[in-house]
């Protein structure tokens, strides 16, 4: 197994401009999730997914996409780059809704706004 | 504002000595707390976790104690080792029952503490 994958590892993006930040778990785990990580704090829920068509918004949405068409995909999508977004991102996928203990993290994105 | 917080921002210690890495929290709905740790470059990993209705649980080098009189929470690491150096983060859960059945869980971060292992 491969877990928990992200693409791309880093991007540069203008403010204004969009893009996809992809995340993709190939252990069949039904709870996928973003978050940011920024200097000094620790990780914010931005959205989440209890399974496939299902998602639901975290602690920081604003700015941020996101669809679980597939089990194993849960893309994040930023519609309008903006410096405040600049970021590590990290996806995490778990076995179930009710088991945070089975949290696996990919290895991050990081972003930067300009 | 933050419902989860850790009294010390950076630890350094000896190689050999044993840590403590503290870590408070304010709601005392949280039903599950668990430690990461994170390495430079890394996401977090999981190390260890406890329910609230435990105050102590064990693992391999590491101990979890809670005491939820004073919402409280440490991570113990016995015998650290250089390999032990990243940052630590304590994360409080709360779970939310779906109508319909199953739940959902929600975690919250500390902001983390930097554990530097002198040799």
């Known amino acids: 197994n491969a877990g928990v994958t992200q693409t791309p590892k880093f991007q540069v ?4 401009q969009s893009m996809t930040l992809q995340c993709a ?18 990780l914010r829920l931005i959205h989440y997914s209890v399974g496939a068509g299902i998602t639901d918004q975290g602690e920081v949405p604003n700015g941020y996409n996101v669809s679980r068409s597939t089990t194993e995909d849960f ?25 945070p203990d089975t949290q696996y993290f990919g290895p991050g994105t990081r972003l930067t706004v300009l | 504002g933050e419902s989860v917080g850790l009294h010390l921002p ?16 304010s709601n005392s709905a949280s039903d599950y707390f668990i430690w990461y740790k ?41 015998a650290t080792q250089p390999g032990d150096s990243a940052v630590y983060f304590c994360a409080e ?3 939310e029952w779906r109508l319909g059945g199953g739940s959902n869980y929600k975690l919250t971060f500390g902001k983390g503490t930097l554990l530097t292992v002198n040799p």
């Open chain 1, 75 to 99: 893309p994040l999508r930023l519609l309008s780059a903006a410096p405040s977004q600049t970021s590590v991102y990290f996806c995490a996928s778990s076995s179930k809704a009710g088991g």
């Open chain 1, 25 to 42: 778990q190939d252990m069949n785990h039904e709870y996928m999730s973003w978050y940011r990580q920024d200097p000094g704090m620790g």
């Open chain 2, 38 to 78: 994170q390495e430079s470059g890394k996401g977090p990993q999981f190390i260890i976790d406890i329910r609230s209705n435990m105050d102590k649980r064990q693992g391999q080098r590491v101990t979890v104690l809670l005491n939820k009189t004073v919402k409280h929470l440490s991570l113990q690491i016995a």
């Open chain 1, 13 to 16: 993006l203008k403010t204004g």
């Open chain 2, 93 to 95: 859960n709360i779970t």
């Open chain 2, 10 to 25: 950076t630890l350094s210690v000896q190689e050999g000595d044993n840590s403590i890495i503290n870590c408070a929290y």
